[in-house]
C-alpha cells in the first residue's frame, strides 16, 4: 500500500533475502538482525498491524504459524528454540505498519524483553 516498505519487498522492487514464499506469505532475513536467526514472516496482504486483523484474515495468520515449524527447521532453530514476536503500536517499537512475525533464535533470549 503506498510507500509500505514491506509491500514493496513482496512486489520485489525492494531485495530481501527470502527464505519461504507461497501465495499469502513471504519469509525473510529481517535487514538488522538482533539475533544470529532473525527472520520476519508477513502476510502478502496489506494489514498495518495486529489492530487491523478481522476473521476474514485469520487463514493467512493461520498459514504463518503452520509454516513456522518448517523455517525454522531449515534455519537449525527448531530444537535450541526460537521466538515469535509480533510488535503493535509505538509502545511495541513497531516500526513498520505492515503485519509481521519477529522469528528470533541461535542464541539465549533474554525474558522479559525490554
Ligand atoms: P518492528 O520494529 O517490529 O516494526 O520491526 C520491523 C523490522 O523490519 C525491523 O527489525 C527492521 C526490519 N526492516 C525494516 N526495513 C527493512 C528492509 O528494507 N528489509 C528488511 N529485510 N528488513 C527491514
Redesign the pocket.
Known amino acids: 500500500m503506498g510507500d509500505c ?1 514491506f509491500c514493496r ?1 513482496v512486489e520485489k522492487q ?1 531485495p ?2 527470502i527464505v519461504y514464499e507461497d501465495d499469502s506469505i513471504l519469509a ?5 538482525a ?1 539475533a544470529p536467526v ?1 527472520i ?1 514472516i508477513i502476510p502478502k496482504e496489506h494489514i498495518p498491524s495486529i489492530n487491523d486483523v478481522k476473521p476474514q484474515n485469520c487463514d493467512v495468520i493461520a498459514r504463518i504459524f503452520s509454516v513456522i515449524p518448517q523455517i525454522v527447521e531449515n534455519l537449525g532453530v527448531k530444537n535450541s528454540g526460537y521466538r515469535v ?1 509480533a ?1 503493535s503500536g509505538s509502545d ?5 505498519n505492515h503485519l ?1 512475525f ?1 522469528v528470533l533464535g541461535g542464541r539465549t533470549l533474554s525474558w522479559p524483553p525490554g
Open positions: 516498505i519487498i525492494i530481501s533475502k525473510f532475513h529481517d535487514i538488522d538482533k532473525h520476519l514476536v510488535n511495541a517499537g513497531q516500526s513498520v509481521h519477529h
